[in-house]
């Protein structure tokens, strides 16, 4: 029954325990030219800006990709996935980081093929070496309308069009939404009453969805931690196949009080037909 449900996963301060792009700036030894650019640009660009200061200093993918497999992330969390995934569960990641850095964890982790779909920030390779980071919107040509969002991503568009796709596919299906930052607040508000929502303790997320709770209308389970994730997420995903396994005995069972009520009125009315007629007696 957990067939029927889609966890869609934030990336950074989520599945692993910090910003992967501050990751990769401070082990590569950017961090005071990041802190001088910041507040000239969105941090999409800002991202891309920073590959190339780095690619002109010497470093390479390679030097990347091996900061990436020294990121820091909870024991619980792989076993969390992978538990998910066992019962059945459809696995998302929908996350503001970019492509490269990943795909280059969830590959060094083993975990990339329990995931249906990634939705973040383009990235790719370029001729020279350099990795560019590349925003999801692009915000060059036009605006996602989303005031709540940065300018590169508005993840509750994203998550209209999954939920617009899983309509289409006919079964009712429920989405459990896990998150940590301001980004992943519109999201939340798209989510249905019969739907789900992580938020992690006293991070943004956390701040604005208790700030005023009765704008969601997904029921709310906060966690902290790895160990905590994985406790909550795998109660939420018994709960709903239960539930859901209950209703389809009390469905079945409707089913077949009204398969036995039809059969008992044709039975009545053959009994009926066959019993022999009266005879007249002559006085």
């Not at 929502?197 to 604005?208: A, S, T």
């Not at 966690?223 to 196949?241: C, D």
Request: charged content about 25%; aromatic content about 6%; glycine content about 6%.
């Amino acid at each position: 029954m957990a067939g029927k449900i889609v966890a869609v996963f934030d990336f950074d301060k989520t599945i692993i325990d910090l910003d992967s792009d501050n990751w990769v700036v401070d082990e590569l030894g950017g961090t005071e030219l990041f802190n001088q650019l910041l507040p000239t640009m969105p941090w999409n660009s800002l991202m891309d800006k920073m590959m190339k200061e780095l690619h002109s200093q010497g470093k390479t993918i390679e030097d990347i990709e091996e900061v990436l497999k020294r990121v820091p992330i909870h024991p619980r969390i792989i076993p969390a996935i992978k538990s998910a995934h066992a019962l059945g569960c459809e696995l998302r990641i929908l996350s503001d980081a970019n492509m490269f850095f990943i795909e280059a964890i969830l590959n060094h982790l083993g975990l990339k093929d329990y995931f249906s779909e990634i939705n973040s920030n383009p990235s790719f390779v370029d001729e020279e070496g350099r990795l560019r980071i590349l925003p999801y919107h692009d915000f060059t040509t036009y605006s996602h309308g989303c005031s709540l969002c940065p300018p590169n991503m508005c993840k509750g568009l994203i998550i209209e069009r999954i939920q617009a796709s899983l309509a289409k596919e006919g079964d009712k299906k429920k989405m459990i939404y896990l998150g940590d930052g301001s980004g992943d607040y519109c999201p939340s508000l798209k989510l249905k009453e019969d739907d789900h929502v992580m938020p992690r303790k006293n991070f943004p997320l956390w701040d604005l969805i208790f700030s005023n709770p009765n704008k969601i209308k997904a029921e709310i389970h906060e966690w902290t931690n790895g160990e905590e994730l994985e406790k909550v997420l795998l109660q939420i995903i018994n709960k709903i196949s239960l539930d859901e396994e209950e209703e389809g005995k009390s469905t079945r069972a409707s089913q077949l009080l009204s398969a036995s009520d039809c059969k008992l009125q044709i039975i009545s009315a053959s009994a009926h037909e066959a019993l022999p007629q009266a005879l007249s007696v002559p006085q």
